[in-house]
């Protein structure tokens, strides 16, 4: 063996500890995957549409936090929306009373991050709302919001005249209107966000929704 091959093994072993990381890496990516009870609560409230969904997420090799969640909604019209989550449930324990029977014991959380753990499957009730709804809304709050400063401050605030404001009809008609709940076949997609890479896998899933399903959330306007 000459200089030059005794350089060159010395070279490829110095890459060899990198080259194990890298594959250390990629043999124990966290891997997620999501479980979603079969029941769902979708609803239309002055939050826009909402779509709240019991989930649990059972996750390999190690524990991950998890940055964001949303779903992609895609109609079989091709319309799509983008929900966030915007709030979750945690159970905590369940109480046994002898009236009730077995009573859930749970707390909600505003949402900023979870961390998920390879040592349990862990279930959360999360709270999804549409973003497209929320950016739109926060245009007409705006314009309601400044009515009121200005009012107040020339001393011509009026409660009753100022809920017959063209300000608040205009919200008042953006949050009516708005309903887009639509029947037929919807996909729904998870995706998810975390500052490392993992594997997401169990991530869509598919329901219906029927006319009379329709007309039930179409009715919730009404009580807006």
């Known amino acids: 063996m000459n200089i030059f091959e005794g350089a060159a093994i010395l070279g490829a072993l110095a890459w060899m500890p990198h080259l194990l990381k890298i594959l250390k890496d990629v043999l124990t990516r966290p891997e997620i995957r999501v479980i979603v009870q079969r029941t769902a609560e979708i609803g239309y409230t002055?939050?826009?549409?909402?779509?709240?969904?019991?989930?649990?997420?059972?996750?390999?090799?190690?524990?991950?936090?998890?940055?964001?969640?949303?779903?992609?909604?895609?109609?079989?019209?091709?319309?799509?929306?983008?929900?966030?989550?915007?709030?979750?449930?945690?159970?905590?324990?369940?109480?046994?009373?002898?009236?009730?029977?077995?009573?859930?014991?749970?707390?909600?959380?505003?949402?900023?991050?979870?961390?998920?753990?390879e040592k349990e499957v862990q279930e959360r009730l999360i709270r999804f709302q549409e973003d497209d709804y929320h950016t739109n809304k926060e245009t007409y709050e705006s314009k309601v919001a400044k009515k009121l400063s200005y009012l107040k401050e020339k001393g011509e605030y009026n409660p009753d005249d100022f809920l017959q404001s063209e300000e608040i009809k205009d919200l008042y008609s953006f949050i009516k209107h708005w309903f887009n709940w639509k029947q037929g076949e919807y996909t729904l997609i998870f995706e998810v966000d975390s500052p490392e890479k993992f594997i997401l896998k169990d991530n869509v899933y598919e329901f219906s929704l029927n006319p009379l399903t329709i007309e039930l959330l179409e009715a919730n306007k009404e009580l807006i």
């Not at 826009?48 to 909604?73: C, E, M, Q, Y």
């Not at 109609?75 to 009730?100: D, N």
């Open 46 to 117: 002055p939050f826009g549409p909402i779509l709240n969904l019991r989930i649990a997420f059972s996750v390999r090799h190690r524990d991950i936090v998890i940055s964001s969640i949303k779903i992609r909604l895609k109609h079989e019209s091709g319309e799509e929306k983008i929900l966030s989550w915007q709030g979750i449930v945690e159970r905590l324990a369940q109480m046994q009373t002898p009236e009730a029977g077995p009573i859930p014991w749970e707390k909600e959380h505003s949402v900023l991050a979870i961390k998920l753990t």
